[in-house]
């Protein structure tokens, strides 16, 4: 069930809405846990069962870590107990049948593939069971008693299947008291409606195009159509992604959570650096705190702190896919990252702004090649058209270009902070005819974006999530 779907916004929210909302009290939990179980079960319904499995097991393991806290071999055991419980389902169905096909090369050996689907959210929810135990045992939060409180916190469907991820102590106040009112309600439905028009009207749409142009072969692709191509596919995966997000903390402002933000306008970023502090920020602040920091993060010299770079960009690549293109894409990122931290981020800094701009822009869309394109093949095939080897320009490329020119001036308007700081200006001024406009817009713009998104979905047969499969 997608958020951007007609059975999930006239059917299940609604309903679900209008029994959390007459719910008094602590039963909300009870009703938000209820509304969750159903939701993955819609699409999960024998994979919820795993997801039950993992939150009794970290449950359980918060509390024995609590009580075994003095001793620090006991606690340090049931840790680790708990991550490879994590870790083993994650891999088991993430990169089961990968492992599998590895070993398949050794000449005489011939092991049948698992082919299980990958539940969905399993990376999200893992992580965040994870962050839970290692806090208890670090003694940042305390171990939830209540299992009710607990099992709402991995299940919450706003945000369960592709995040953001949540860590405890984000939202441990509220998960046993939060308020409610319309003014946050109203900010909540428009942050949603924000985010469903991003995945719908801009994001379905880029992709259309993107899938037209991946959908040739390579070698018939000249550089112009290759690189609108792959600017068309960074535009869908940041509104899919950045949409989703948005919808995720609109419902969880309506239910009273407040979960963290998880994109920035990253492609205004002037460095791979200050691009991974911009995009998917709850993945990569996991990755900081549970992975770069605990291996010494900067503080033990600079090559360990390239050696831990690498580290944590290698596991972010294998995070995303049982596929040597995910190691690949996780790796390209490690590399630019370390000669950021070596040479080339002094170099940024002094250079002219447009040229750290540009210089970010083509890592990421080379990135996103090594990221899409399954095989070696068909990336190397790409690079070879986006880099002049099959000619420069076609008619192809130029008509395709004309055709959605529109969405385009859109989506680079849209990924930039410009609408917001207009926004931010007109609602600071104190003239009238800022002040008419603003109040127009809010009574206009937040209703004509819905309408047309429903207008989209109803008419469309093109609504994935492209985050859904990890």
Same mark, same amino acid.
């Given at each position: 069930?997608?958020?951007?779907?007609?059975?999930?916004?006239?059917?299940?929210?609604?309903?679900?809405?209008?029994?959390?909302?007459?719910?008094?009290?602590?039963?909300?939990?009870?009703?938000?846990?209820?509304?969750?179980? &159903? %939701?993955?079960?819609?699409?999960?319904?024998?994979?919820?069962?795993?997801?039950?499995?993992?939150?009794?097991?970290?449950?359980?393991?918060?509390?024995? =870590?609590?009580?075994?806290?003095?001793?620090?071999?006991?606690?340090?055991?049931?840790?680790?107990?708990?991550?490879?419980?994590? @870790?083993?389902?994650? !891999?088991?169905?993430?990169?089961?049948?990968?492992?599998?096909?590895?070993?398949?090369?050794?000449?005489?050996?011939?092991?049948?593939?698992?082919?299980?689907?990958?539940?969905?959210?399993?990376?999200?929810?893992?992580?965040?069971?994870?962050?839970?135990?290692?806090?208890?045992?670090? !003694?940042?939060?305390?171990?939830?008693?209540?299992?009710?409180?607990?099992?709402?916190?991995?299940?919450?469907?706003?945000?369960?299947?592709?995040?953001?991820?949540?860590?405890?102590?984000?939202?441990?106040?509220?998960?046993?008291?939060?308020?409610?009112?319309?003014?946050?309600?109203?900010?909540?439905?428009?942050?949603?409606?924000?985010?469903?028009?991003?995945?719908?009207?801009?994001?379905?749409?880029?992709?259309?195009?993107?899938?037209?142009?991946?959908?040739?072969?390579?070698?018939?692709?000249?550089?112009?159509?290759?690189?609108?191509?792959?600017?068309?596919?960074?535009?869908?995966?940041?509104?899919? %992604?950045?949409?989703?997000?948005?919808?995720?903390?609109?419902?969880?402002?309506?239910?009273?959570?407040?979960?963290?933000?998880?994109?920035?306008?990253?492609? #205004?970023?002037?460095?791979?650096?200050? &691009?991974?502090?911009?995009?998917? =920020?709850?993945?990569?602040?996991?990755?900081?705190?549970?992975?770069? #920091?605990? /291996?010494?993060?900067?503080?033990?010299?600079?090559?360990?702190?390239?050696?831990?770079?690498?580290?944590?960009?290698?596991?972010?690549?294998?995070?995303?896919?049982?596929?040597?293109?995910?190691?690949?894409?996780?790796?390209?990122?490690?590399?630019?990252?370390?000669?950021?931290?070596?040479? @080339?981020?002094?170099?940024?800094?002094?250079?002219?702004?447009?040229?750290?701009?540009?210089?970010?822009?083509?890592?990421? /869309?080379?990135?996103?090649?090594? &990221?899409?394109? !399954?095989?070696?093949?068909?990336?190397?095939?790409?690079?070879?058209?986006?880099?002049?080897?099959?000619?420069?320009?076609?008619?192809? !490329?130029?008509?395709?270009?004309?055709?959605?020119? +529109?969405? @385009?001036? #859109?989506?680079? =308007?849209?990924?930039?902070?410009?609408?917001?700081?207009?926004?931010?200006?007109?609602?600071?001024?104190?003239?009238?005819?800022? #002040?008419?406009?603003?109040?127009?817009?809010?009574?206009?713009?937040?209703?004509?974006?819905?309408?047309?998104?429903?207008?989209?979905?109803?008419? +469309?047969?093109?609504?994935?999530?492209?985050?859904?499969?990890?």
């Amino acid at each position: 069930m997608v958020f951007s779907s007609i059975l999930f916004l006239f059917r299940f929210l609604p309903i679900f809405l209008i029994c959390y909302l007459l719910t008094p009290g602590r039963m909300k939990n009870f009703i938000l846990l209820l509304g969750s179980l &159903f %939701f993955y079960a819609w699409g999960e319904p024998v994979y919820v069962v795993l997801m039950l499995i993992s939150t009794v097991s970290d449950y359980i393991h918060g509390l024995l =870590i609590e009580k075994n806290r003095e001793r620090k071999n006991v606690a340090r055991g049931l840790l680790i107990s708990s991550v490879c419980i994590n @870790l083993l389902m994650l !891999g088991f169905f993430k990169y089961a049948d990968f492992l599998i096909g590895l070993v398949n090369l050794i000449p005489g050996v011939n092991i049948p593939l698992l082919e299980l689907p990958l539940p969905i959210g399993i990376s999200f929810y893992t992580f965040q069971t994870m962050s839970y135990s290692i806090d208890v045992y670090r !003694g940042e939060v305390k171990a939830r008693k209540n299992i009710l409180d607990f099992a709402v916190f991995v299940t919450m469907f706003p945000q369960l299947i592709a995040g953001p991820i949540v860590k405890y102590h984000q939202i441990d106040t509220e998960l046993h008291h939060r308020e409610m009112n319309l003014t946050q309600t109203r900010q909540g439905m428009n942050r949603f409606v924000i985010g469903m028009a991003k995945k719908v009207l801009l994001a379905n749409n880029l992709g259309l195009v993107w899938s037209q142009i991946a959908g040739g072969t390579g070698g018939e692709l000249t550089m112009f159509t290759a690189w609108l191509g792959i600017i068309c596919y960074a535009f869908q995966i940041y509104f899919d %992604f950045s949409g989703y997000s948005d919808m995720a903390i609109g419902l969880g402002l309506i239910m009273g959570f407040h979960f963290p933000e998880n994109f920035n306008y990253p492609y #205004i970023s002037h460095s791979i650096t200050e &691009f991974w502090r911009r995009w998917h =920020i709850s993945l990569s602040t996991w990755f900081r705190e549970y992975v770069y #920091i605990p /291996l010494g993060g900067n503080r033990k010299g600079l090559r360990r702190q390239l050696l831990n770079i690498f580290i944590v960009w290698m596991l972010t690549g294998i995070w995303h896919g049982a596929g040597v293109n995910f190691l690949l894409w996780g790796l390209w990122y490690a590399f630019f990252l370390i000669l950021e931290k070596t040479f @080339l981020g002094k170099w940024l800094d002094a250079a002219p702004r447009f040229l750290g701009r540009l210089y970010t822009w083509v890592v990421v /869309l080379v990135g996103w090649v090594f &990221f899409e394109l !399954g095989s070696w093949d068909a990336v190397s095939s790409y690079l070879v058209s986006m880099f002049g080897g099959r000619g420069l320009i076609d008619n192809n !490329g130029i008509y395709t270009l004309i055709q959605n020119a +529109a969405v @385009l001036v #859109i989506a680079v =308007i849209a990924s930039t902070p410009v609408v917001t700081s207009m926004v931010k200006k007109l609602e600071g001024t104190k003239t009238g005819l800022a #002040i008419a406009t603003y109040r127009v817009g809010t009574m206009l713009v937040i209703p004509v974006l819905f309408l047309l998104s429903i207008a989209f979905i109803v008419d +469309a047969s093109y609504n994935p999530f492209l985050y859904f499969r990890f």
